[in-house]
Every structure is written in structure tokens, then in C-alpha cells.
């Protein structure tokens, strides 16, 4: 099913800082992503893929923040970035970064809404 949201992004200034504040605040899981400034907070159980197993639960990463991520992205799931992106323009939203690979797990791009919202686009591999 496309159109659920699937991820959340988290930016942060001091990534360890970040790092020490969800873990004891929440006791989520945080694991680094090799060779990028990534995190991925595990906020509830997962299987083998990193796949919540509670029904309507989602996991989420943690970034360093940057000009155009400056505050939480939601992240929706759709079966095609660039259709997708081309009906978000055509309704007034706005491409901030186009499709892109994600280490082979699939695609993400950034937009923003009709009210300046930022949020992001996942597309399964």
C-alpha cells in the first residue's frame, strides 16, 4: 500500500548529543550507518529487514542537519519518486532533492507541500 507513512527523519547539530538524548529518553536503538552521516533509531521492534513487526509502527533516522533539513520529516511511501513528484508540483508542492539510491534499500527524494512543509518520498528498491 503507497501513501502511508513509512519513516521519520530527525536532524541534529551535535549528532552525539542527539544520539545520547533518544536513547535514554525513549530507549531507542541507534545504529550508525557506515561511511554517511546517518543513524537509524530503532524506536520498536524489527525483523531481519528493519521492518517494524507492531502493525502501524515505523522507525525513523537520525541526520545532521543542513540548509534545507532544518526540522522532523515525515516520510511517505509511493510506487514511483518521479510520478509522484510530478503530481506534487503540478498541485503547487516543490522538488527540494530529487530521487536518489539509498545504499540498494530503494529511493528517497525530498519535497515541499502546498504550505512549505518539508517532507520526504521512500521508494522500495
Known amino acids: 500500500m503507497t501513501g ?7 536532524p541534529a547539530d551535535d549528532f552525539d548529543r542527539a544520539t545520547e538524548f533518544y536513547r535514554s ?3 531507542w536503538d ?3 550507518v557506515p561511511d554517511i552521516d546517518y543513524a537509524m ?3 520498536t521492534p524489527s525483523d531481519e529487514n528493519g ?11 537520525l541526520m545532521l542537519r543542513d540548509a534545507d533539513r532544518k526540522s522532523p520529516i515525515v516520510t511517505i511511501d509511493v510506487d514511483d519518486i518521479e510520478q509522484a513528484l510530478e503530481k506534487i508540483t503540478t498541485l503547487g508542492g516543490r522538488m527540494v532533492m530529487p530521487k536518489q539510491d539509498v545504499l540498494g534499500m530503494g529511493y528517497s527524494a525530498y519535497f515541499t507541500d502546498s504550505e512549505g512543509n518539508l517532507m520526504g518520498l521512500w521508494q522500495n528498491a
Open 4 to 10: 502511508r507513512v513509512v519513516h521519520f527523519e530527525i
Open 25 to 27: 529518553a525513549f530507549g
Open 41 to 43: 533509531l530503532g524506536t
Open 30 to 32: 541507534i545504529s550508525p
Open 51 to 61: 521492518a517494524p513487526t507492531d502493525s502501524g509502527a515505523i522507525n525513523g533516522g
